[in-house]
């Protein structure tokens, strides 16, 4: 049988290149993959924007989100009929009405609003960074500092009302689902995680010790694992 499409959604203060181990590895395995360029403008926005390309994907698909990517992919999924599994990264798996903001406060730790740099775009709207020379603690601790230099630099913006845009009905209680985060993450707490993945009634759930938000950089091959049992 052929295998699944393995679809890859960043989250915010990241980029699609974010996933190229990732990557390496599933094609190596001979999964097609597409690391989809997150628009970070609002997740009904983004939602749809994941919506629309789906059907252009022939076969099963398997929708894999980190950070705000979770929230995307958990309402994206929503009755679109080739998506067969979830697999959340260090990511949101929201219920209805929640935001990103809300999950984040939820339990003490996250540190990430004393990071953020905003700019304030023509229309009124405010795009965040994470301040660069803070990007590597808070954002990618268990990577190289010449790794985490760069993608400090190449990180895309996420608007702070999206952050703050409350969840549709969840595709996670439908779907099965899978979840992955390492125990020092300082965007999300740990215990945000745990919360989500036991609501969600997570398959099987991995929690790396001492990984950061961007655990899946130095830890690629226990992603993958995660992703091939859920592509099963």
Do not use: C
């Not at 993608?151 to 952050?163: D, K």
């Amino acid at each position: 049988m052929s295998k699944p499409t393995i679809v890859l959604v960043h989250g915010a203060f990241a980029e699609s290149a974010s996933w190229n181990g990732v990557v390496r590895l599933l094609l190596d395995a001979g999964y097609p993959a597409v690391a989809v360029a997150n628009p970070l403008r609002g997740v009904a926005a983004d939602a749809e924007y994941l919506r629309a390309l789906l059907p252009t994907i022939d076969g099963d698909v398997v929708l894999v989100g980190h950070s705000y990517g979770g929230m995307v992919i958990s309402n994206a999924a929503v009755g679109a009929a080739n998506v067969k599994a979830l697999v959340y990264v260090g990511a949101f798996a929201p219920e209805a009405g929640e935001s990103a903001g809300d999950l984040a406060g939820k339990f003490p730790g996250g540190t990430l609003g004393d990071t953020l740099s905003p700019v304030t775009l023509s229309d009124g709207t405010v795009d965040l960074y994470i301040q660069q020379d803070k990007y590597h603690h808070q954002f990618a601790a268990d990577s190289s500092a010449a790794d985490a230099a760069v993608m400090a630099v190449t990180q895309r913006p996420i608007t702070e009302a999206a952050l703050g845009e409350a969840s549709g009905e969840p595709a996670w209680k439908t779907l099965p689902s899978w979840f992955l985060f390492g125990s020092e993450d300082l965007n999300i707490p740990v215990e945000a995680h745990r919360f989500m993945a036991e609501r969600a009634g997570s398959r099987r759930t991995v929690e790396l010790a001492g990984g950061s938000h961007t655990v899946a950089i130095p830890e690629a091959a226990a992603l993958v694992e995660l992703i091939e049992e859920a592509a099963r």
